[in-house]
């Protein structure tokens, strides 16, 4: 394909800046992983809110550019070769927009790896334990008699909510003094663990000072605050 327009997606969200990169998403802790990191590189790019809660995802426009129907999705009109690109999982958008900009993936192999090991942590581990967390607490989960699922991702989120904890001890970002995807990845997630989930006494979050540290560092930065409220 060689025009967005060849893209079912753009004739159910039609492209108002056809030149920029066009972001299919919703400001869930996934979702904001690839705005902050837009606003972060200064990326120009173009947002379209899909509604999850109206299925949207499953749209068949939606699915031709992501099979799985899941939020977030790109598509880029200047990808490699400069041919249209379309991509999803947040992880691999991270790392496509690190390489494409230069920035927040460290040059150095050992480092760079060291950062991709953290991007998956979170997403083989924080994201869905914090996820399973608020099924239970927050939504239709809490309506079960059976408290053990509930009780066994708490537990599980606190043993990863220690594994952070531990990292950050002598760390200002979770690969040292340089600021990277991991914590873009990853801090969504502990944002909406203790606040939309509502899951903060629940886990015991004080017992993590080094997150909570981190957390307000990286919530601190201007292209984060305009990242968490993209698409409006």
Same mark, same amino acid.
């Given at each position: 394909m060689? %025009?967005?327009? *060849?893209?079912?997606? /753009?004739? %159910?969200?039609p492209?108002?800046h056809?030149?920029r990169l ?6 869930? +802790? ?7 990191m =837009?606003?972060?590189t200064?990326?120009?790019y173009?947002?379209?809110?899909? $509604?999850?809660?109206?299925n949207?995802?499953? =749209? ?7 099979? @799985?129907?899941?939020? +977030?999705a &790109?598509?880029d009109p ?6 249209p ?7 691999? &958008?991270l ?5 494409? /900009?230069?920035? !927040?993936?460290?040059?150095?192999p050992l480092?760079r #790896?060291? /950062? &991709?090991? #953290?991007v998956?942590?979170?997403?083989a581990?924080?994201?869905?334990? !914090?996820?399973?967390?608020?099924f239970?607490?927050? !939504? ?5 008699? $059976?408290? %053990? ?12 909510l ?6 950050? *001890?002598d760390?200002?970002?979770l690969?040292?003094?340089e600021y /990277? ?5 990853t801090a969504?997630?502990?944002? @909406? ?6 899951? %903060?006494?629940?886990?015991? !979050? ?5 997150v909570?540290? #981190?957390? $307000?560092?990286?919530?601190a930065r ?5 990242g ?5």
């Amino acid at each position: 394909m060689s %025009r967005l327009a *060849d893209f079912p997606i /753009t004739r %159910r969200w039609p492209a108002q800046h056809p030149d920029r990169l066009q972001l299919y998403s919703l400001a869930t +802790p996934n979702g904001v992983k690839v705005s902050i990191m =837009l606003e972060e590189t200064g990326l120009p790019y173009e947002a379209h809110r899909i $509604d999850i809660m109206k299925n949207e995802s499953q =749209l068949p426009e939606y699915l031709a550019l992501n099979p @799985n129907g899941k939020i +977030p999705a &790109i598509l880029d009109p200047d990808g490699p070769g400069g041919e249209p690109l379309a991509l999803f999982e947040s992880g691999a &958008i991270l790392m496509y927009l690190a390489e494409k /900009t230069g920035r !927040f993936l460290p040059a150095d192999p050992l480092r760079r #790896w060291e /950062t &991709i090991q #953290w991007v998956f942590f979170q997403m083989a581990a924080i994201g869905p334990m !914090f996820g399973q967390v608020g099924f239970f607490h927050k !939504f239709a989960g809490r309506e079960y008699e $059976d408290k %053990r699922p509930l009780e066994r991702y708490v537990a599980e989120s606190q043993r990863l909510l220690g594994v952070l904890d531990s990292r950050l *001890d002598d760390r200002t970002w979770l690969i040292g003094d340089e600021y /990277t995807i991991a914590d873009i990845a990853t801090a969504g997630w502990v944002r @909406n663990l203790i606040g939309f989930y509502e899951a %903060r006494e629940l886990v015991q !979050f004080h017992r993590y000072p080094h997150v909570a540290a #981190w957390l $307000d560092r990286v919530l601190a930065r201007p292209a984060v605050q305009r990242g968490l409220a993209i698409p409006a």
